[in-house]
């Protein structure tokens, strides 16, 4: 008898973020600022403009980040712990070899950011903005995204750990080994047709059979 062979999920590769010896910064974002090898702790950064700015093995502890305005920055092999910020504008951002810790965002703005070798673990990010987008070798974990929107964005080899995932839009978005597994609480409030490249659980196959039956115009009576 021919046996079935599973295909295999490929798994994100994770960023090995190892910081030099830190030096504190205590000034403010300038654009097109050289942050290099800088510890940024509890800074007041609202409605500041540092784009352009690039982040090189810098820690970002416990920053208000309220407005301002990072578009094109770039973070490489650096720990962002507990950031906190409403409307912050990161479109276009690179984040490459990155922890993100503890995070809580509220309408965080990374239109067409790119992210590789990231760790999102913990905290939580309201309606954040990741339209066109590139994500590849990308975890979350143990974090709450509410109303995510990853329309028309590239995700290859993401992984969900432990998240909740409520009210996510994939519309239009191209998946390849993305793991949805692992998400305690899976709701997708648009792009379901855009889930080829994805794998989920059969646990989530129910739960979401409402959401696919209305999206093939099938009607379920018994």
Not at 24 to 49: F, K
Not at 65 to 71: C, G, I
Request: hydrophobic residues 40%; contains cysteine; glycine residues 14%.
């Amino acid at each position: 008898m021919a046996t079935t062979r599973k295909k295999k999920v490929a798994g994100a590769r994770r960023p090995e973020v190892r910081l030099p010896p830190l030096e504190e910064y205590r000034g403010g974002l300038e654009p097109d600022g050289d942050y290099d090898g800088l510890e940024l702790d509890g800074l007041d950064l609202a409605g500041q403009s540092g784009e352009g700015s690039r982040f090189l093995d810098c820690a970002l502890r416990d920053c208000g980040l309220d407005e301002a305005r990072l578009t094109g920055a770039r973070f490489l092999d650096s720990v962002l712990t507990g950031v906190r910020g409403v409307g912050t504008v990161l479109a276009g951002a690179q984040f490459r070899d990155v922890e993100i810790v503890d995070a809580r965002l509220g309408g965080a703005q990374l239109h067409g950011a790119v992210l590789e070798r990231v760790v999102v673990r913990g905290g939580k990010s309201d309606y954040l903005n990741l339209r066109a987008a590139k994500l590849k070798d990308v975890v979350f974990e143990g974090c709450v995204l509410s109303e995510p929107d990853f329309g028309g964005a590239v995700l290859e080899r993401v992984e969900f750990v432990d998240c909740v995932l409520a009210g996510v839009d994939f519309g239009g978005a191209r998946l390849k080994d993305v793991d949805l597994r692992g998400a305690q609480r899976l709701e997708i409030a648009r792009g379901v047709d855009s889930l080829a490249g994805a794998v989920i659980s059969t646990a989530q196959l129910l739960d979401l059979a409402p959401v696919l039956a209305a999206q093939w115009g099938l009607r379920v009576e018994d």
